[in-house]
């Protein structure tokens, strides 16, 4: 396994510490702990919509404080189909409120995504492709106007590479033959220019899962156009299994030329057989039963950390999401999550969260002032807080080397 560094994830900071009135507080004991990443640590919150929504009993409790103990980014579901199956009756209220519960729980969220063949609207079906352009311009200002509150970051597009010639269906799908008649980079464009227009805050991904040289052509293309991205989107469903340091690291280099950070979008690791490596598309296979098992578990929770670690240590990689949290309505059935259907953690759910909230964590740290009421900080980049006599003041590291004075309060 290749050495891995994560200098690039921490800084320092020479936090000043006064007392009410404002002078330095000398050879005082102070209390620091860490409070959030700056890294996107994320995970899908659709297990957990229902529960946000106020739709359902408590037993999902338990797995929120299980999703909330590791990660702080959620991605919810825009499907078209799903979200709007009759036109003019989005499912707004219900989603902006377990967005709204994400972000009331310290998370950051995102949507998934704006524009995207599969599990689009049945209703255009029929529509001419002047139709379905005007209908796609109108459901990205909306949605992303009605979540502008909620929402921070947008799949724009998603698997624009194949959406032109998706199953040769161009005739049965209105995305798919919206790509085919307008090209893919005027799709593109659609997407992220309506997204920009709309919430010029808003991060706007692209994103695929083809990790070939025809991927890298389209980013070409569409950064060529002038479109801007902020941030270029890469699954890695290894349903098949684990790709390696190797791979990971090959794609990770590909993919950084653009200068653009990376976010692994959908990830994910089985714990039980692997899928056969014949398989072409991943949605051919549908077995009766996909369990985990003891062996797959132990392989699932190495191979989480070896990715992690990988992961973190390229400065270019800006965010991770896996892929569901529990077996329970795992994408395809597999036994993907980190937590088992029964609602108990695997190893890699306590192997991951190791990772996150220790090794990569600074946990609650006793400092002494020095004359001039000052102490050196070093952590992962993220929020942190300062405690002093029952008080305390909020600070960040936001970089390599910082300076902040603080005036702790109640």
């Not at 398989?279 to 549908?286: A, E, P, R, W």
Request: aromatic share 10%; proline share 5%.
């Amino acid at each position: 396994m290749p050495e891995v560094h994560f200098g690039h994830r921490f800084g320092d900071v020479l936090v000043t510490v006064l007392d009410v009135d404002g002078q330095p507080l000398s050879d005082r004991e102070v209390s620091v702990e860490q409070c959030a990443h700056a890294f996107s640590f994320g995970n899908i919150g659709f297990e957990l919509i229902s529960l946000a929504s106020e739709e359902t009993d408590a037993p999902r409790s338990a797995l929120a404080d299980l999703w909330f103990d590791v990660f702080n980014t959620a991605t919810l579901p825009f499907y078209w189909g799903l979200f709007e199956p009759q036109r003019g009756r989005p499912d707004t209220a219900r989603l902006h409120r377990a967005a709204k519960w994400f972000v009331d729980h310290g998370c950051r969220v995102k949507g998934h995504p704006l524009v995207w063949h599969t599990l689009t609207a049945d209703w255009l079906r029929e529509a001419s492709t002047d139709e379905v352009e005007a209908a796609v311009r109108a459901r990205i200002r909306r949605d992303v106007a009605d979540f502008a509150d909620v929402v921070q970051a947008w799949d724009a597009i998603n698997e624009a590479v194949i959406m032109p010639v998706f199953r040769n269906e161009r005739h049965r799908n209105a995305i798919t033959r919206l790509a085919w008649d307008r090209g893919r980079i005027a799709t593109v464009r659609l997407a992220f220019e309506e997204a920009r227009a709309t919430d010029p805050a808003a991060t706007l991904v692209l994103n695929d899962f083809d990790m070939s040289t025809a991927y890298e052509c389209l980013i070409e293309g569409v950064l060529d156009a002038g479109v801007q991205v902020d941030a270029i989107g890469l699954q890695s469903h290894m349903h098949q299994g684990y790709w390696g340091e190797e791979k990971t690291l090959a794609i990770l280099e590909r993919f950084s030329r653009y200068g653009l950070p990376i976010h692994l979008t959908e990830t994910t690791l089985v714990s039980g057989q692997l899928m056969p490596p014949e398989i072409v598309d991943l949605n051919d296979y549908q077995i009766p039963s996909w369990p985990s098992t003891p062996a797959g578990e132990q392989r699932q929770a190495d191979e989480i950390v070896r990715h992690y670690r990988t992961l973190l240590a390229h400065p270019s990689v800006q965010a991770i999401t896996y892929w569901g949290l529990s077996d329970d309505g795992a994408w395809l059935g597999a036994p993907a999550g980190l937590v088992r259907a029964d609602g108990t953690p695997k190893p890699a759910y306590d192997a991951l969260r190791t990772l996150v909230k220790e090794e990569w964590w600074l946990a609650p740290t006793k400092l002494r002032t020095d004359e001039a009421g000052r102490v050196q900080v070093r952590g992962f980049l993220g929020d942190y807080r300062l405690r002093h006599a029952g008080r305390t003041a909020s600070f960040a590291i936001a970089g390599p080397e910082s300076a902040v004075t603080l005036r702790p309060e109640q």
